[in-house]
């Protein structure tokens, strides 16, 4: 039996964590919500206005939009299997996450408790899992092998706005962005799974 590579491995652990986690947020986020969470959820929610320029701009890598430009970019530098990664995950992770919606149930913060500052609209009323923090972490997490150091510092650093900016906008309590998050860790390590498989495939033709 093959015994998985470094990077092979790093992404079935990415997998495997990321449905355990999507799994018990998702159980977690249908019991009453606890204090521990509305409270990190008013520490961002209640930062001043003046922050919202920077966040809100941040806060775009987490929407669909960013999903065909960023493999268009791919396709451009003639890069034709990160590019579809990058279509396949970006539009797996919008999809899967509002699916799952569905299935929770789970209202925005303003429908859950009181005092909630909002920020812009929000499509929609269900909030388990977050968009945004699926669709961010999933390309960040399909992006990052082929990215340079300076580029995974700032994957990471959009990886970690997005959903503090859902939070400060209004959008979303905190297990709605770990849920999201973690399906996006999830699908973007199967897309890399793929990808790495067909390479394998290709050189071993």
Known sequence: MRRPEGHEARNI??????????????VLARRPRSGAEVGIFRS??????????LIWTAMQYGTFGVVPVAAGVALAARKPRLAASIALGGTAAWLT???????VARGRPAS???????????????????G???VST????ILWP??????????????????FGRMYVGAHLPLDLVGGSALGLALGSAINLVRGAAARATMAA
């Open 132 to 134: 945004h923090a699926a």
């Open 112 to 130: 859950l408790i009181g005092g909630v500052q909002q920020r812009g609209v929000e499509e929609g009323d269900q909030g388990f899992p977050s």
């Open 146 to 163: 082929d990215a340079s150091m300076s580029g995974r510092l700032t994957l990471a650093a959009l990886a970690g706005v997005v959903p």
């Open 13 to 26: 652990a990415g997998l495997t964590v990321g449905v355990a986690v999507l799994v018990g947020s998702a």
């Open 44 to 53: 961002a929610n209640t930062l001043p206005n003046r922050a919202f320029p």
């Open 97 to 103: 996450a509002k699916a799952a919606k569905r299935v």
């Open 138 to 141: 999933a390309m960040t997490v």
